[in-house]
């Protein structure tokens, strides 16, 4: 015989659990299977000294035993707080440093309500899909669905990610290049890279790259992502129309490098959201092929794609479609005007005679078929128009680059790696990369020839004297009095200016504007300084220059003007450049002004498609993304250089742009009406359902003042201090704190001291150097598993006093509820108090307590000892209404499960008839070929190993989605317990 039984509670040297299996031994003694709070199986002799059988709650409560009051408090208030976000609540609406949207809330609702977490989020530029999915991440990390994140960006977007879900979400997430992926593999090398950290950035370009150094045997980043051996419970892709596949003319499927990322990451992912403001470039296949990496089984060709079939696959709102609770938009208008600047005559003949010499060359660069030497043209005749200094400042570089012998035959290998994204896709390039990449082409000469090069250093020279002897150019004149003419009717007003280059700015605020304050953002700026500047523009300066190495990440609608002083040649970046202002919060028509050259080809070109685009957007219902989409396959470098190479009139270069616009703008009205998604939000009809969602989120069972009394008391519990180091009006004791945390949390993520911290969020969003003490910081989740550990916080069982004899004497017994999936996953959980009086009566309304009593008074209590003696029956009681709750709560998801599980399998069986089919006909087709006396034995053997690759395919889809639809309610978890004794005041 033995003294333990299964399910008792032991502990031992080095852990404790519970007994889940006795095995007798052949010698009379008993081996007992031990399932340890860490998760894992021990075997321990029955004999050993060290093992000790653990009090129950229930044994505890029989025994009219209970625990310091303070003790059971934070236990109960740990639990509370555990469990508060995981049942339909957000805990990203408290514990981040924003002011959330509410239809970024929905947006996250639906998606964490999905079966899958995999969605195609289009919303328009502006509406915020990075905090979306930063909402997606932080619920499902909160929900303990989600340990490993992985983000793939753009390059020059992975350090704004970093610093958005840092700032605003206090995420710190590690981003993987070539030089941490190296000091990765040589602290670990036989690890798998992606395995070493959990939250991870990289950009799409170095998670493609198939060899990292030809002369090592590492294992290749892609290859290292697509053997990969733990999946990432959550990946997203930013940017993600750059993942291309197309089919190509035998109907098979071509893949881009990006476009393996994208199926290495979509295969070993559980949530998956994909993000782009551009989801369907006008390419059918593509779009069908992108929308395969989040279900492949939904559609088997793009021809079955319409918006009905892309529900709960696609979120996409338009600004159009946005309205507020009493019915307006959301968003206000646009209204665009150009400010055409006529040249003086020295400006024309410097334009003209530069315009000249640049045509020269890049005539000479094509016929020489030197592509570097064509792209430093471009670049002269860019910086041309926008501003005469930067032009000036151009030609000094390339006399001084020819003096020195500086003029390479060659570019550096690195520079050559980046010319054909420069070329095509130069929104992928970083700022250092692309100031790189133009700075080494200034160098770049078409011949080696030293008289034709002393000739051009000649000529370059003159076009440098003519261009200093300009002091201010009429746009900078035209410029001043606009800017004026503003802040003279507005002293208040704010202008933002865009230039395309950092010289054009420094231009202007020396030249131009040196007795204004001004704040300015471009490319080299740090993040701290990025920031500062921006409070600037906000709160002091009334103008801003910004080039568009800075449009990334400023969200600026606190003003409504903006001058794009230059206008850069890719339409994506006016769309940016546009929507910093318009933007959710934007109060005012946004209005913009665009400066340019009269009578200069290129300038005329851009005004064009931009006053075209504008009327586009305007018939199709859009106010952005229109311009690159217009422009998809137009390569506009190239066709107004060729205008200007050719001596094209500009009538005729306008006339055929125009003609390729209208094109371009029947093909996106087609794909807008007959295969893209639009969701309409109205908080004024039915979307209005989400204000409840954020009303329980923000004001439900969790406030800000419940997780600093927890902190507080468990300070003053433990050792802690806390100390006001800012007096306010707001508490008593002020809103920012110093706190010294209590040695028994100290650990990797919890600081011993935190010198400025606060509960607040309102102090959080406007002071983001302060830390934000919410509830999924790392010290408020090591306190509250502290709590939860029994062991060193004991408070399982207490005495409480009620304020009313009405339903007293009775015991409190609190349930952790939930249920778990087919696929084992623990679904959802929630706390729930069930009351028991001493008629077995079973309640959910938890009576109201004065106090709690100390251990030693509740020990002799008279109504304890009677609730002690049928500790049993209540708790059977209420047990059996326990599972009733938890079948109820399990029952709602189990059909929710069912429907969308329903939606899969008519999917996926749709998908495989018609596969199964198309490749049985082929066979037959095959076979009837080898009849006539064809040589068909290897299409016939693919044939059949398709047709049996399918066939098994389908039997492990339809099987998986068979386990999964279960839902199975958990055993109903008694965390705590309270006998409840009547207050001797209400009794006399």
Not at 847 to 859: K, L, R, Y
Request: aromatic share 8%.
């Amino acid at each position: 015989m033995t003294d333990f039984e299964v399910g008792d509670h032991v502990k031992f040297a080095g852990g404790r659990g519970e007994i889940t299996k006795i095995e007798e031994r052949p010698n009379g003694g008993h081996l007992l299977h031990v399932y340890t709070s860490e998760g894992q199986l021990r075997k321990l002799p029955s004999g050993l000294p060290h093992i000790e059988k653990l009090d129950s709650l229930l044994d505890r409560l029989a025994a009219g035993q209970s625990d310091a009051p303070l003790h059971y408090d934070l236990r109960e208030r740990a639990i509370r707080l555990d469990l508060a976000y995981k049942y339909d609540r957000f805990l990203s609406l408290t514990s981040n440093r924003i002011e959330i949207e509410p239809y970024q809330v929905q947006a996250a609702y639906e998606i964490l309500n999905s079966y899958d977490h995999r969605y195609l989020i289009g919303d328009e530029v502006g509406l915020g899909k990075t905090i979306e999915a930063g909402i997606v991440i932080e619920e499902l990390i909160a929900r303990d669905r989600a340990d490993r994140v992985l983000i793939v960006a753009p390059a020059p977007l992975t350090v704004q990610w970093q610093e958005e879900l840092r700032e605003k979400f206090d995420r710190n997430f590690v981003i993987y290049d070539r030089e941490t992926v190296r000091t990765h593999r040589k602290s670990h090398p036989n690890q798998n890279v992606w395995k070493q950290e959990d939250l991870i950035i990289t950009s799409i370009d170095f998670a493609k790259q198939t060899t990292d150094d030809p002369e090592s045997d590492a294992v290749s980043v892609l290859d290292a992502l697509d053997n990969l051996d733990e999946e990432w419970d959550v990946a997203v892709f930013d940017e993600a129309h750059h993942l291309t596949a197309r089919r190509s003319s035998d109907d098979s499927m071509e893949r881009t490098q990006r476009y393996m990322v994208g199926e290495a990451v979509a295969e070993n992912s559980d949530a998956l959201l994909l993000l782009t403001g551009t989801p369907h470039k006008g390419k059918s296949d593509q779009f069908y092929f992108l929308t395969s990496l989040l279900d492949p089984y939904r559609f088997s060709h793009e021809s079955q794609i319409n918006p009905d079939a892309l529900e709960n696959l696609m979120i996409r709102r338009l600004k159009d479609g946005m309205y507020e609770t009493d019915g307006t938009r959301m968003f206000p208008e646009k209204n665009i005007e150009a400010l055409p600047v006529k040249m003086t005559r020295e400006e024309r003949k410097l334009y003209d005679d530069v315009t000249e010499y640049i045509r020269e060359y890049y005539n000479l660069a094509q016929q020489e078929e030197n592509q570097a030497a064509g792209f430093t043209m471009v670049i002269y005749q860019k910086r041309l128009v926008s501003s005469i200094y930067a032009i000036r400042k151009s030609l000094e570089n390339r006399m001084r680059a020819i003096q020195n012998d500086a003029v390479a035959e060659s570019l550096p290998d690195d520079v050559q790696d980046l010319i054909p994204r420069y070329s095509t896709e130069p929104e992928t390039l970083t700022d250092a990369e692309r100031a790189r990449v133009e700075e080494a082409l200034e160098t770049v000469t078409i011949t080696l020839n030293r008289s034709k090069i002393q000739q051009e250093l000649d000529r370059v020279k003159q076009l440098w004297q003519q261009a200093k002897n300009i002091e201010t150019d009429s746009k900078a004149r035209l410029l001043r009095q606009f800017v004026d003419r503003i802040l003279s009717d507005d002293p208040d007003e704010k202008i933002l200016i865009f230039t395309e280059y950092t010289d054009t700015l420094e231009y202007l605020r020396d030249e131009v504007f040196p007795e204004h304050d001004i704040a300015q953002v471009y490319g080299d700026l740090d993040q701290d300084r990025r920031r500062e500047e921006m409070e600037k523009f906000e709160q002091e300066a009334n103008l801003m220059l910004a080039t568009d190495a800075a449009q990334e990440g400023l969200n600026l609608q606190f003003a409504h003007i903006m001058v794009n002083y230059d206008l850069p040649w890719n339409p994506i970046r006016i769309d940016q450049r546009m929507g910093r202002l318009h933007r959710y919060g934007q109060e005012h028509t946004v209005e913009i002004r665009n400066l340019f050259f009269a009578n200069t080809r290129e300038s005329e070109i851009l005004n064009l498609l931009i006053e075209k685009t504008n009327q586009i957007e305007s018939d199709l219902g859009m106010r952005s993304d229109v311009l690159g989409r217009v422009l998809e396959d137009v390569d506009l470098d190239k066709t107004i250089m060729a205008a200007i190479a050719e001596g094209q009139p500009t009538e005729e270069v306008v006339a055929d742009v125009e003609a390729t616009i209208e094109e371009r703008k029947e093909a996106i009205q087609t794909v807008e009406d007959d295969f893209l998604i639009r969701d309409r939000f109205d908080l004024s009809g039915e979307d209005d359902e989400i204000l409840d969602v954020i009303e329980r989120s923000q004001h439900g069972e969790v406030s800000e003042n419940d997780i600093e009394t927890l902190v507080r008391v468990f300070f003053d519990e433990f050792g802690g201090l806390i100390t006001g180091v800012r007096p306010g009006p707001a508490r008593t004791d002020g809103d920012v704190f110093q706190l010294d945390v209590p040695d028994v949390l100290n650990g990797s993520h919890v600081h011993r001291r935190y010198e400025r911290a606060t509960f607040t969020k309102e102090i959080a969003i406007v002071e983001d150097d302060i830390e934000f003490i919410s509830l999924d910081h790392p010290l408020v989740q090591s306190l509250i598993e502290f709590c939860l550990d029994s062991e060193r916080v004991q408070g399982q069982v207490a005495t409480k006093v009620a304020a009313s004899a009405d339903r007293a004497p009775g015991i409190l017994f609190n349930y952790r509820l939930g249920y778990v999936s087919g696929a084992g996953d623990v679904v959802t959980e929630k706390f729930v108090p069930l009351y028991a009086t001493l008629d077995e009566s079973i309640m959910t309304e938890v009576p109201e307590f004065v106090e709690t009593m100390p251990p030693e008074d509740a020990a002799s209590h008279p109504d304890c000892e009677q609730l002690a003696a049928v500790v049993d029956d209540l708790h059977q009681a209420a047990e059996m209404e326990a599972w009733t709750q938890v079948e109820s709560f399990a029952q709602e998801a189990r059909c929710e499960r069912e429907r969308e599980i329903e939606i899969k399998r008519e999917h996926a069986e749709r998908y495989f008839a018609e596969q199964i089919e198309e490749w049985e006909e082929r066979l037959e087709t095959y076979q009837q070929r080898a009849e006539q006396g064809r040589d068909m034995s290897a299409p016939i053997g693919n044939a059949k190993q398709k047709l049996e690759s399918l066939r098994r395919e389908r039997e492990a889809e339809l099987a998986q989605l068979d386990e999964e639809q279960h839902v199975t309610p958990e055993e109903p978890d008694l965390v705590t317990a309270a006998f409840v004794v009547p207050s001797p005041q209400v009794g006399n």
